[in-house]
T-cell receptor, first 114, second 113 residues
């Protein structure tokens, strides 16, 4: 079946540094990918829609300059958390649709900013 | 806008008990409906889905029926196992094109032996 690979699975970084998270569709092309953020014991909140070859569409309240999204190819989207702070610590998950009504999720990245 | 409402958890059951997790939705148009499961420390996995009214999605003993008249998509399982312990998310998406998923708040299920 369709697989979305997300790396790294866990990352710890110092406050003020930047972290890049990769999301790859392994066996299908994805013109659109979605980035979600999940707070502890809460639901997933869509952060942005990543569009191949064009700018990402951010949800209201999401800082574009802090959460940089690049979708340079049909199989790769990246989320960069810039100048990370402890409040950015969270579980980040990407997803893509291989077609139809199906959505495949990456395994998630747990970011801890210390 | 579109929204999904799930019953609050945690839901605590004994093994072999009957499970119901309620989910209702508000949407324009004709959304597709999904149940996703998240095991501890992992990402989301699609459990089942339904794309039109009266469709029944089923997988691993879980079932949910798309009820347009009550705008509901309740998740059921006749006999839960300890391994079913996880967080369950109800979600919807508009059917046209690749639209974002709108999630409910999730319901944690705890099954004891």
């Amino acid at each position: 079946g369709a697989v979305v690979s997300q790396h790294p699975s866990r990352v710890i970084c110092k406050s003020g540094t930047s972290v890049k998270i990769e999301c790859r569709s392994l066996d299908f092309q994805a013109t659109t990918m979605f980035w979600y953020r999940q707070f502890p014991k809460q639901s997933l909140m869509l952060m942005a829609t990543s569009n191949e070859g064009s700018k990402a569409t951010y949800e209201q309240g999401v800082e574009k300059d802090k959460f940089l999204i690049n979708h340079a190819s049909l199989t790769l989207s990246t989320l960069t958390v810039t100048s990370a702070h402890p409040e950015d610590s969270s579980f980040y998950i990407c997803s893509a649709s291989p077609g139809g009504d199906g959505y495949t999720f990456g395994s998630g990245t747990r970011l801890t900013v210390v | 806008g579109d929204s999904v409402t799930q019953m609050e958890g945690p839901v605590t059951l004994s093994e072999e008990a009957f499970l119901t997790i309620n989910c209702t939705y508000t949407a324009t148009g004709y959304p597709s409906l999904f149940w996703y499961v998240q095991y501890p420390g992992e990402g989301l996995q699609l459990l089942l889905k339904a794309t039109k009214a009266d469709d029944k999605g089923s997988n691993k003993g879980f079932e949910a029926t798309y009820r347009k008249e009550t705008t509901s998509f309740h998740l059921e399982k006749g006999s839960v196992q300890v391994s079913d312990s996880a967080v369950y998310f109800c979600a919807l998406s508009e059917r046209q094109g690749f639209q974002k998923l709108v999630f409910g708040t999730g319901t944690r299920l705890l099954v004891s032996p």
